[in-house]
């Protein structure tokens, strides 16, 4: 277990097996950092995951990532700025009542780009948009449950499919 007691972090993060950052319950910024290979070796790892975290995000690549290159949830707040996700299974989950505003994305060769979805009951549908977005070679662009919002460039974009946990958390 890794814990950080900085509130800013530069860092680079290679071939991890599990998630390469997971915050609980705190504050961070994040910038000018790597990610590369997370879920090394065939893992479901993610690349920042947070729960009941508020974090600002600035100048971050992500790159083979196995799972999540942002999993944001449990009344989280995320705050991005120049991001870029390369070869992810989803670039950016914002679950369960977590609010993530990310300026200035780009996200090529992943299989799903942004999913907005409810995962635990006990929490509620999740707020998401994102400006200035580039998507190249993403299979499914979003995936938008009822109740959740994603809003692209300003525009709200409709719910586009029930059942979103139960696509991305069940193995096939």
Known sequence: VTIFTCSSLSLSYFNS????????????????TSFQNCG????????VDISGS??????VT???IGDKALSIGENSVLK????????????VASKDLSYSKINNLRVKGSKIGL?????????????LEVNNLIMEGVD???LV?????????????KPNKNGVKELLYTKK
């Open 17 to 32: 097996t599990a998630d390469a950052f997971d915050s609980d319950f705190s504050s961070r910024t994040i910038e000018d």
């Open 115 to 127: 999913a907005v979805f409810q995962k635990k009951t006990e929490y509620g549908p999740s707020h």
């Open 145 to 157: 449950e009822s109740g959740s919002k994603l809003f692209i460039e300003g525009n709200n974009m």
């Open 140 to 142: 499914k662009p979003n």
């Open 80 to 91: 991005g700025e120049n991001i870029e996700i390369k070869n992810s299974r989803i670039a």
């Open 54 to 59: 508020s974090i600002k995000i600035e100048n």
């Open 40 to 47: 090394a070796s065939g893992n479901d790892a993610d690349g």
């Open 62 to 64: 992500f790159e083979n």
